[in-house]
């Protein structure tokens, strides 16, 4: 049987105060690498290239909520957390063990409690009264 867990916020970041960080771990990272080719002439520094994997996995931490919409996240297969806010956001791959995209989404509207389609007469049924 499975246990019933209680919803508990993930652990995230503002998707705008990250971006400026990451904007500058990709800048300092294509300065090392194309920069050393270009300018100088050298071969393109490993510790730029390896800035450059590290930006490229980190990107994989932005996520953006429209309205209405809600995100599970999981750790090899458990929760760890939802997020139910709209907005843009950065969570942690290290922590949520996210290398690639793992968030779910879920609608979290309200379903109507009228499921019944309004009826709607046909053409025939029209015509065929009127004589």
């Known amino acids: 049987m499975s246990e019933m867990i209680d919803e508990r916020p993930a652990s995230s970041v503002s998707g705008w105060l990250f971006l400026p960080l990451w904007l500058a771990l990709v800048g300092g990272a294509l300065w ?6 270009v300018l100088r002439g050298q071969p393109p520094s490993i510790v ?6 590290l930006a490229v ?13 809600g995100s599970v996240f999981t750790f090899f297969g458990r929760y760890s957390g939802s997020l139910r806010e709209d907005g843009f956001f950065w969570v942690n791959p ?3 063990g996210c290398a690639f995209r793992c ?15 309004p009826a709607i007469r046909s053409r025939s049924a029209r015509w065929s009264s009127g004589g």
């Open 32 to 37: 090392l690498t194309a920069g050393a080719l």
């Open 48 to 53: 730029g290239i390896a800035m450059l994997a």
């Open 57 to 69: 996995f980190l990107a994989k931490g932005f996520i953006i909520l429209p309205p209405n919409i």
């Open 94 to 96: 290290f922590i949520s």
């Open 103 to 117: 968030a779910s989404i879920t609608s979290t509207r309200r379903r109507s409690r009228s499921t019944t389609a």
